[in-house]
């Protein structure tokens, strides 16, 4: 049975919008927090110490969900896994030789490269994207660049943006076709896995300081590792890719805030300029225009997936009878 969505309902097109955004906003701003975080962690623990742990933490909690997987969810939860276990991992590694708010900076660059790998797949990307993602950019690095020599965690931190991207016009496809919670239950242990074979020896050598910072390790690896896995799937069912990528430039704002509050930076003339400028790219990104607009409703994730192979355009099988692995979609529809 097909209901029928308009501006009037309390779920319609235009209510669900406006909550993906709200919660991909709520995601940058738990990003934000992680890269000072994680630097601070970086004094004690290895990086494949501290990657590990983290998605030890996060898959954990998900497990039971894993009985609920098929032929279809694990190929494209394993899928989603294999880009974001190196995007995730060159992050970490980046922080080791560069700071934080310039990671911010240049793992940002992914708000360009999602419309320009869209385009490359042969998808529309209206100019207003490209001028909004422009501009969004500019802000951030007018707001967070540093003079300063091309170190290698610069170069980590772009491959991270890079593959980013790809996961991100991935998911906004697969999201479509899986209940949420096993999705990120298959990704969350595919990861842990790989992790764990590549800090097998930092584990066992570092098991004190592990100890010792087991509280930031808690909120790394369940809210910035696991919520965000999670709050994304549900996102990125109602906000189509480019929108995504831009409010994500939201994260270097966020991240130079909590840098000042936990590390004591301050943020300058130079940066209440940048972050207007973001600010404003934001509200020009997300305006309604007659592209997106049509008789009072907004298309949401409207042909996404025109470019992708046959197997992305599958119908959603949801079964019937696994309640509790749709547990956030029957809490939206009550």
Known sequence: MTTELNSDSPRSPNTLHAWGIAVLVLVTLIWGTSYPVIKGALSSLSP??????????AALPFTPYLRFLNLSLLRDGVFL???LF?????????LETTSADRAAFIASFHVILVPLLGQLLGRQVFLKTFLAAGLAMLGIGVMCWESEQLVLGDVLILGTAFLYSIY???????????????LAAIQLWVITIFSLIWAAPDLLAQQEAISANLGVLLYIGLFD??????????????VNAYQAALIYTLDPIFAAVFSFLLLGE??????????????VAMVFGQSKSQDTEHNGEIQVNESIVAALPDSDTEPINAPGSL???NLVELELDS
């Open 168 to 182: 991100t016009l991935k998911l906004e496809s697969t999201t479509l076709r899986h209940p949420i919670l096993p």
């Open 323 to 325: 309640p509790s692995a």
């Open 266 to 279: 301050k943020l300058g003339i130079r940066g209440l300029i940048g972050a207007a400028l973001v600010v």
């Open 225 to 238: 590792t696991a919520a965000t896995i999670v709050l994304q799937v549900v996102a990125q069912r109602w």
């Open 81 to 83: 896994s294999l880009i």
């Open 48 to 57: 494949s110490a501290i990657f590990a742990t983290r998605y030890v933490i």
């Open 86 to 94: 190196p995007a995730s991992a060159l992050q970490t590694l980046a």
